[in-house]
């Protein structure tokens, strides 16, 4: 077997996969394995700041230009609200990133960058304005106007 995980990575995974189901653990590669098993978590905290930044920055539309409000930015809010739910439902200890102050952050700011593009407007917040609760909250939420 012997497939090179620098050349082609769905060989080297393939391989890998059957040597665990073999039992043959003193041929795996552990470090890239190791590399891999991280990156499985890296995606999933990168799909969820995604989602909350494309959320948050449909709030802010809704909220600073309620003239343009749609039908669209409520489907996309409820959307992006039941993807974060199902994601935290899937993988519980995402929920500690929405505790955390840098990672919220770094949504906040990518969500006023989506924004601002999107609607040509620069005068946002600098801190979120409302509490992530509120944020996700689907049906009952407390955010102006948010549906």
Known sequence: MEANY???I??????????LRAGRFDELDIE????EIED????????????????LAHL??????????SASWSRTTREQRRAIDD???????????????T?????????????????GLADFPE???????DVLAAGSCRIEGCG
């Not at 499985?40 to 959320?55: D, H, N, P, Q």
């Not at 994601?87 to 955390?100: F, N």
């Open 6 to 8: 620098d050349i082609d």
């Open 10 to 19: 769905i060989a080297w995974a393939d391989e890998q996969a059957a040597l």
């Open 32 to 35: 890239h394995l190791a590399e």
């Open 40 to 55: 499985v978590g890296k995606s999933e905290r990168r799909e969820l700041a995604s989602r909350m930044a494309v959320l």
């Open 60 to 69: 802010l539309k809704w909220q600073c230009q309620p003239g343009r409000r």
């Open 87 to 101: 994601r935290l439902a899937e993988t519980p200890s995402l929920k500690t990133s929405l505790s955390d102050p």
């Open 103 to 119: 990672w919220l952050d770094g949504g906040w700011a990518d969500a006023v960058a989506k924004a601002a593009d999107e609607t």
């Open 127 to 133: 801190d979120c304005p409302w509490p992530i609760a």
